[in-house]
Structure formats: structure tokens, C-alpha cells
């Protein structure tokens, strides 16, 4: 029969070997921290927080902005001025002066007449007195009318729708009243005999140009008068001045 053997007591073992510590049981970290190679590492150094080249860049940029705006501000202004100049010489350049002689159209009137700009060309082609319905006879409000020949001014007294029977010197076509009356003066100014003294005037200047050939009639005398709507009596007052 074997005989039993009673269990090893526990023993004890020392030796020189480095001691393992638990996680829990390291000493603290070091209060700095090393690099790789045992140096400090190199600070970047900032401008405005940016880097140095950034800020350059960033620099150069504003400065092309600010220069492109005030390049476009100036030559805006020079090209706004530019344009001024040359509308207003265009507007020199195209500019023409208009001459129109003086004279009477119906609405009717196909005629037109020819000027130049220097006076001492201008002629004028009147309309023909049977194209022409009605011209200008109408005195002031005081029926008078005054004329101006040779520096002298002669008055007549209107009676609009009168007519004055006989007594004609002549007979012509005015296409106002004014140079039928200045016709009256110059008349009696070539003393042939016979002065005016008044005259018989229409405004229908067609319609008595088809019936007379003549719408002013001169007058040796001008007591006779009748009513006559179409034409009217103006009698020679005299001189003014």
C-alpha cells in the first residue's frame, strides 16, 4: 500500500531582478513633454493670427482691388464727360437756322417758299391768289389800322361789311390788308391826279380773284357806302406822324 505525501508548504523566493508594478501603482508622468529627438518644437511665428505669407497675400490683394476701383471710378468719370463733349459739338454741328418769309397760306396750300440763309438771296414764290380761301383783314378794336411809308404813319378807320360803289382808281391783289392800304399811299405820293382815299378790302381773296381778278380796290371817293358782308370800307384818316 503507497504511502500518501502531505502537500509543499508555500515557499518563499527573492531576487535581484527590476520589481513589476500594477497600472495603478506607476509613478506620475513627467510635468514636460519631450520631443522625438529630447528638443523643444519650433513656434511658427503670426502676423494678425495669419501666417506671414498669408497676410502678404491677402495684403497684395486689397492693395489690386482698391487700385481697379479707383481706376474705375476716375475713367467712369472721364468717359461720362467725353460723352457731354460730344453730344454738345453733335448738337453744334447739326444746328441750322430756318428763314421764312412772311406771307399768308390757306390750309389748303401746296406751295412753299424758297430762302436762303443770307437775306440778300432769299427769294419768295407767293401762293396763286386762287389757291389761297382767305387772308388776313382784321383792324383793332377801335377799327383802325395803322400803316408806316417813309417814316410816316397813316392811319385808316375800318368799317368792317361796307362796300363803297365807283370811284376806282385800280384794282390789285393784296394778300393783306396792310399792302392794300400801303398801295393807297404809295399812289397818291406819284401825283398822278388822283389821290386815294380810301380803300374797298376782302378777305376771300380766291373767290374775288375768280370774280375781279382783285381783292383791293383804290378809292378817289368813298361817301357812296352800302352793306356788303364780304368786303369792308377803310377810309384814309391821315398821317399820325
Given at each position: 500500500?503507497?504511502?500518501?505525501?502531505?502537500?509543499?508548504?508555500?515557499?518563499?523566493?527573492?531576487?535581484?531582478?527590476?520589481?513589476?508594478?500594477?497600472?495603478s501603482?506607476?509613478?506620475?508622468?513627467?510635468?514636460?513633454?519631450?520631443?522625438?529627438?529630447?528638443?523643444?518644437?519650433?513656434?511658427?511665428?503670426r502676423?494678425?493670427?495669419?501666417?506671414?505669407?498669408?497676410?502678404?497675400?491677402?495684403?497684395?490683394?486689397?492693395?489690386?482691388v482698391?487700385?481697379?476701383?479707383?481706376?474705375?471710378?476716375?475713367?467712369?468719370?472721364?468717359a461720362?464727360?467725353?460723352?457731354?463733349?460730344?453730344?454738345?459739338?453733335f448738337?453744334?454741328?447739326?444746328?441750322?437756322?430756318?428763314?421764312?418769309?412772311?406771307?399768308?397760306?390757306?390750309?389748303?396750300?401746296?406751295?412753299?417758299?424758297?430762302?436762303?440763309?443770307?437775306?440778300?438771296?432769299?427769294?419768295?414764290?407767293?401762293e396763286?391768289?386762287?389757291?389761297?380761301l382767305?387772308?388776313?383783314?382784321?383792324?383793332?378794336?377801335y377799327?383802325?389800322?395803322?400803316v408806316t411809308?417813309?417814316?410816316?404813319?397813316?392811319?385808316?378807320?375800318?368799317?368792317?361789311?361796307?362796300?363803297?360803289g365807283?370811284?376806282d382808281?385800280?384794282?390789285?391783289?393784296?394778300?393783306?390788308?396792310?399792302?392794300?392800304?400801303?398801295?393807297?399811299?404809295?399812289?397818291?405820293?406819284?401825283n398822278y391826279?388822283?389821290?386815294?382815299?380810301?380803300?374797298?378790302?376782302s378777305?376771300?381773296?380766291?373767290?374775288?380773284?375768280?370774280?375781279?381778278?382783285?381783292?383791293?380796290?383804290?378809292?378817289?371817293?368813298?361817301?357812296?357806302k352800302?352793306?356788303?358782308?364780304?368786303?369792308?370800307?377803310?377810309?384814309?384818316?391821315?398821317?399820325?406822324?
Amino acid at each position: 500500500m503507497s504511502q500518501l505525501m502531505a502537500p509543499a508548504s508555500p515557499q518563499v523566493m527573492y531576487s535581484d531582478g527590476p520589481e513589476v508594478f500594477q497600472s495603478s501603482q506607476q509613478p506620475p508622468a513627467p510635468s514636460y513633454v519631450q520631443t522625438y529627438h529630447g528638443s523643444h518644437a519650433e513656434i511658427t511665428p503670426r502676423i494678425f493670427g495669419l501666417r506671414r505669407q498669408t497676410f502678404w497675400l491677402v495684403l497684395v490683394l486689397l492693395a489690386v482691388v482698391i487700385a481697379a476701383a479707383i481706376g474705375g471710378g476716375v475713367g467712369g468719370s472721364l468717359a461720362v464727360q467725353n460723352a457731354k463733349l460730344k453730344a454738345y459739338a453733335f448738337a453744334q454741328a447739326t444746328t441750322a437756322v430756318s428763314v421764312t418769309p412772311s406771307g399768308v397760306y390757306s390750309s389748303a396750300s401746296s406751295g412753299s417758299p424758297t430762302s436762303s440763309s443770307a437775306a440778300s438771296d432769299r427769294t419768295y414764290t407767293p401762293e396763286l391768289p386762287n389757291n389761297i380761301l382767305r387772308v388776313n383783314g382784321t383792324c383793332n378794336s377801335y377799327n383802325r389800322f395803322q400803316v408806316t411809308v417813309d417814316n410816316a404813319v397813316w392811319e385808316f378807320s375800318c368799317n368792317p361789311g361796307t362796300d363803297a360803289g365807283g370811284n376806282d382808281i385800280a384794282g390789285l391783289v393784296a394778300y393783306t390788308l396792310q399792302h392794300c392800304l400801303e398801295s393807297c399811299i404809295r399812289t397818291s405820293a406819284l401825283n398822278y391826279g388822283q389821290k386815294c382815299v380810301g380803300v374797298v378790302f376782302s378777305e376771300n381773296l380766291s373767290l374775288f380773284y375768280q370774280k375781279y381778278r382783285a381783292n383791293c380796290f383804290l378809292k378817289t371817293n368813298t361817301t357812296k357806302k352800302y352793306n356788303l358782308a364780304e368786303v369792308m370800307v377803310a377810309d384814309l384818316r391821315g398821317a399820325v406822324i
